[in-house]
């Protein structure tokens, strides 16, 4: 007896068979567009291995490090991780930390003889060797520049590298750097008391202001880079100080403003968003719109400020009005100097910090939030000796010590039941 199996075939139905080739066709039509881009894979690693040894080959002596790091310029360097994983970044050689700052959401480390730069998982994203004897930091979305305050060397970084360095021949008195990657140098001539050089994002020198007696404070760019602002101290031949105040474009030789603030030293020059300038001195703030024209002036009504900052938005500065004691008046004001708060603080002041809607306070064990808002006050403890208080982004702060940094979201910190206090 012959056993007969029933064709598969035949207990298809005309569609199922139908759809059943169709299937093979497609499987059959993607089978063969992934050989091909298969092939041309393989093929263009073959071809760039032979360009590289090419190049390598014919072009031997033209490749440098220096040329390495031209073209690492055009590489889009490499932002920090945002999300914190730890609440704590360790750095190393913590002896010699002096200064600290943000840099595309990292955190920046300067120390006598190394710069870090860390992410929000606490690794070292740049790690350098580099010693600075008295290392100031200043940075913008594009560079960090760190140079050494009353000294001749300034170096300039990406995320990725340290990118120039230059050694001058006379101290340095200032330094600014440029959202576009344009940053400038103030230093001096045997000539000149003060001479300001201007260099694009590429490090070739764009401009050149120089003046026999005055001394560059501070300077500060405006938004696009082709507008700078110089502060330079000078005195007349009665003695009495006075501050010139430049505004320069790096286009042209003809200032667009400039203009004296008699018996006024000026030390700390900034922008506003609309292209007005705010400037910090010793007596009071003053306040101009873009046109130059002087809008306020805020006093400090004949004492010496104990903290005074601005970020370009608004402005701060504290006053001890008692011959004793650890009472602050502490004043808070917009671009254009209109009071936004004005109340007291009690204990030593450490730094302060403008950030959202909140100047936050640094004192000793604690920091204080004082809402610009309402005025309400909210001070949380802290372990002691922290240095520096800086802002990651809109949620996060970060508490920077000797030796560590802790991160803190400000909602629930302040708000919330985080604690740090120890």
Same mark, same amino acid.
């Not at 220096?66 to 490499?78: A, G």
């Not at 082709?226 to 009495?240: H, P, Q, R, S, V």
């Not at 603030?261 to 910090?280: F, H, K, Q, V």
């Given at each position: 007896m012959t056993n007969t199996q029933p064709d598969d075939a035949a207990t298809l139905s005309a569609e199922e068979i139908a759809e059943k080739k169709e299937r093979e066709l497609g499987a059959s039509y993607y089978f063969r567009i992934a050989k091909r881009i298969r092939v041309l894979m393989f093929s263009l690693v073959i071809v760039m291995a032979v360009f590289m040894i090419a190049m390598?080959?014919?072009?031997?002596?033209?490749?440098?490090?220096?040329?390495?790091?031209?073209?690492?310029? =055009?590489?889009?360097?490499?932002? *920090?991780?945002?999300? *914190?994983? !730890?609440?704590?970044?360790? =750095? @190393?050689? !913590?002896? $010699?930390i002096v200064q600290f700052g943000v840099y595309k959401n990292g955190l920046v480390v300067v120390g006598y003889d190394r710069v870090q730069i860390f992410d929000l998982t606490g690794e070292a994203i740049l790690d350098i060797d580099q010693s600075n004897s008295a290392p100031q930091l200043v940075s913008s979305d594009e560079y960090m520049l760190i140079y050494n305050i009353g000294g001749t060397t300034f170096q300039v970084y990406n995320s990725l590298s340290k990118e120039y360095e230059a050694s001058l021949e006379y101290p340095i008195s200032c330094a600014a750097v440029g959202d576009t990657g344009t940053f400038l140098i103030a230093s001096r001539a045997m000539e000149y008391r003060s001479v300001v050089c201007v260099y694009n994002k590429n490090f070739e020198q764009i401009y050149r202001w120089y003046t026999p007696d005055k001394l560059v404070m501070d300077a500060d760019f405006r938004d696009g880079d %082709?507008?700078?602002?110089?502060?330079?101290?000078?005195?007349? !031949?009665?003695?009495?100080?006075?501050?010139e105040i430049?505004?320069?474009?790096?286009?042209?030789?003809?200032?667009?403003?400039?203009?004296?603030?008699?018996?006024?030293?000026?030390?700390?020059?900034?922008?506003?968003?609309?292209?007005? =300038?705010?400037?910090?001195?010793?007596? *009071?703030?003053y306040f101009y719109n873009a046109a130059g024209e002087m809008i %306020? !002036?805020? $006093?400090?009504?004949? =004492?010496?400020?104990?903290?005074?900052?601005? @970020?370009?938005?608004?402005?701060?500065?504290?006053? @001890? %009005? @008692?011959i004793v004691g650890s009472n602050y008046e502490v004043t808070v004001t917009d671009d254009t100097g209109e009071i936004l708060y004005v109340g007291s603080v009690s204990g030593e002041i450490t730094t302060a910090l403008l950030h959202g809607d909140a100047l936050y306070v640094l004192m000793d064990r604690s920091i204080l939030r004082i809402s610009l808002e309402t005025g309400n006050q909210i001070e949380k403890e802290i372990t002691a000796n922290c240095v520096s208080v800086e802002a990651l982004d809109a949620d996060t702060l970060m508490l920077c010590y000797a030796g560590e940094t802790r991160i803190i979201d400000i909602d629930r910190f302040f708000f919330g039941e985080e604690e740090l206090a120890q």
């Open positions: 390598f080959s014919v072009y031997r002596d033209e490749i440098t490090v220096e040329n390495l790091k031209y073209f690492l310029r =055009y590489i889009d360097t490499r932002q *920090a991780e945002k999300s *914190a994983t !730890t609440d704590t970044i360790i =750095y @190393n050689d !913590t002896e $010699s %082709k507008e700078f602002l110089i502060a330079a101290l000078g005195t007349t !031949t009665d003695g009495i100080c006075y501050t430049i505004v320069c474009e790096t286009d042209t030789e003809e200032k667009k403003a400039q203009f004296r603030i008699t018996d006024e030293i000026i030390y700390r020059a900034r922008y506003t968003s609309d292209g007005g =300038y705010i400037l910090i001195g010793g007596k *009071a703030i %306020k !002036t805020v $006093s400090y009504s004949g =004492y010496t400020p104990v903290m005074v900052g601005t @970020n370009g938005e608004m402005t701060y500065f504290s006053l @001890n %009005k @008692n």
